[in-house]
């Protein structure tokens, strides 16, 4: 059955000379796998850049039911991120949340919500001329709402302890090893209170940067089954050094 699907491309493996696998995140079916064949005139064209981190495309998808990966054909871009496509800071938070989405979504079903919310998050970055520089951070603090591990901040004060695991305060410092202390705590209620516009406030460094990342990929892998340590970290931190 050929179905016409909108998809956000996670990630790209080549298996053949010809061929590759894409993870995308679609409109209709959630998380999906995808075959795409790739002939030699199409690579030596600009259709490869068709195949970037969160490009967002319209395609045929032959759907069969006793099939785990669909064939996808007649691709196109519905969107023409040349802005992003064209700053390495940007490409490079965009690899970034790209990691997060792919570990993340590992399973996500149907969401149009989340999935409107992924292409509005690119349409604000490519129309950025500055002020996104914690662009990545506030991006993954408010996909924690659509994954549903967003933590419960109604016990803040400024001397209460934040428990990862059970992602909530407490007045007592928690047992184990993931916990944050005061006053650092005070981050997280600041955060969920930021969105693109207003996120031009923090005036962190890149030691700031890099600890509230290393906390935000910690209570991602305590809360989400397989989320490992984001290799794109290391490229995120050498572009802000």
Known sequence: MIERLCGI???????SDNDMMVDMFTDMRGRC???????????????MSLWRPLSQLEFDADIRPNSAVANIKNPRALVAYDDINASLVKS?????????????LKNEPRNRALYDFINLSME???????GYANFHIVFMVQLMRFVGIFPNLDNYSPTAF???????YTYLPPSHAYGIRPPETEVLPLLARLNYASMRILRW????????????NDYFRLHIPSFPELKSLDVLTEVFD
């Open 92 to 104: 490079c938070q965009v690899l970034f949340m790209a990691e997060v989405l792919y570990h993340a």
């Open 9 to 15: 491309v996670l990630r790209t493996v080549k298996y």
């Open 124 to 130: 604000w970055l490519e129309l950025a001329g500055r």
């Open 162 to 168: 934040f428990d990862m695991m059970e992602g909530c």
């Open 33 to 47: 796998t995808f075959s795409v064949r790739v002939s030699h005139k199409a690579r030596s064209l600009s259709s």
């Open 205 to 216: 460094n890149r030691i700031q940067k890099g600890r509230c990342l290393k906390l935000l």
